[in-house]
């Protein structure tokens, strides 16, 4: 690690521990709010409903239409819920597409957020807010879009079906990996990635056994919260272009393409990236890449882009996609290469 690095850490609080959901009025109370609009996707009404209630006087009401990839026209209809309940803050209850919302409306009036994270795709922790509008996907920057407090409480994740679980922990150390490698990677960035592995590697296997160990599912928040933290705060590369580029133009899902992508994009790296990959490759056997795929493989996890629905026709056009603005990545990005990893990712061939 050279010794020359700029670090900027995102001023976040973080509330970690099971049973913590019941600090979320404290929460909002320190944040000077008042009225909370609590926010969920309509299949976790119930619990958005249940802590609105238990909210007493500082529960404002629920917006449970949260959908994937932050709709701009679901925002606004979250926004005209807020000013209707006369709210002054909001409470996300979810995974990515519920913080996405809370998110959305922080960047527009400013609300103060609490997020209590129930998946490990790491969104709460970043300061970055992707939306669409008329099937065009963007994506901001802004402080004003971070949330101030985050809520890690492993009792809510006992429900988190165990192939949810596995793909989203695989999501959450894509973010990681591409962190350990990253152009304007620091070494608390590097502590925060490796940690944050090794803790969804030990929790992972477990969650698949026994999905309501506690502590399992606690080591899996805490490794996501980490490799969520690096995901906020140092760039990504070849990885998440290309996760974006089949999830935007494909429609693929977002964390199963994670996982699918993560071993394939590890292994184009592998060389390039040696130094600074070697105590993740260790962690996996010597070989990230080959290492990374057992361990999905041992997990359930898919492992072929076919098997999300990807046509093999539209390969051509994806690596086109991907190559084309391309993010700063170790390993020079080209085309044939780009389109040869597709290929191996799309029939779920193990990286060599
Ligand atoms: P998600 O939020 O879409 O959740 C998927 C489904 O699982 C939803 O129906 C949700 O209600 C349900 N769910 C969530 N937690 C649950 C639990 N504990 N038990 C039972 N069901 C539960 O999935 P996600 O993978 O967390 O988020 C994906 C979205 O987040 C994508 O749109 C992605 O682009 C975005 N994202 C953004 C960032 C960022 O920094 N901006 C980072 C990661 C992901």
Known sequence: MSHDFIYTANPA?????????????????????????VLSTPFQREDAERLNHELGELGAGVFFEAAMHTPVAVTEQAMAAYAEVGADCVVALGGGSTIGLGKAIA???????????????????????????EGVKTTVKDASILP??????ANLTLGLPVGMSVTSGLNAMAHAVEGLYAKDRNPITALMALEGIRGLKEALPVIVERPDDVAARSNAL???????TVLGTVGMALHHKLCHTLGGSF??????????????????????????????????????????????????????LKELGMAESDLDRAADLA?????????????DAVRELLQRAWSGARPE
């Open 251 to 304: 429609d693929l899902p977002h964390a199963e393409t994670h996982a699918i992508m993560l071993p394939h994009t590890a292994s184009y790296n592998a060389r390039a990236a040696a130094d600074v990959l070697a105590p993740a490759a260790e962690l996996f056997g010597g070989e990230l890449g080959s290492g990374l795929y057992d361990f999905a493989k041992s997990l359930g996890a898919p492992l072929a």
């Open 148 to 153: 101030e407090v985050v809520i890690y409480d």
């Open 13 to 37: 609080r973080i509330v970690f521990g099971p049973g913590s959901l019941a600090k979320v009025a404290d929460e909002i109370r320190q944040l000077g709010g008042s009225r909370a609009l």
């Open 222 to 228: 805490y490794g996501s919260w980490l490799c969520g």
């Open 107 to 133: 960047y527009r009036n400013g609300a103060p957020q609490v997020v209590v994270a129930t998946t490990y795709a790491g969104s709460e922790v970043t300061p970055i807010l992707g939306q669409t509008e």
């Open 323 to 335: 190559v084309k603005n391309p993010y700063w990545n170790p390993q020079p990005v080209q085309r």
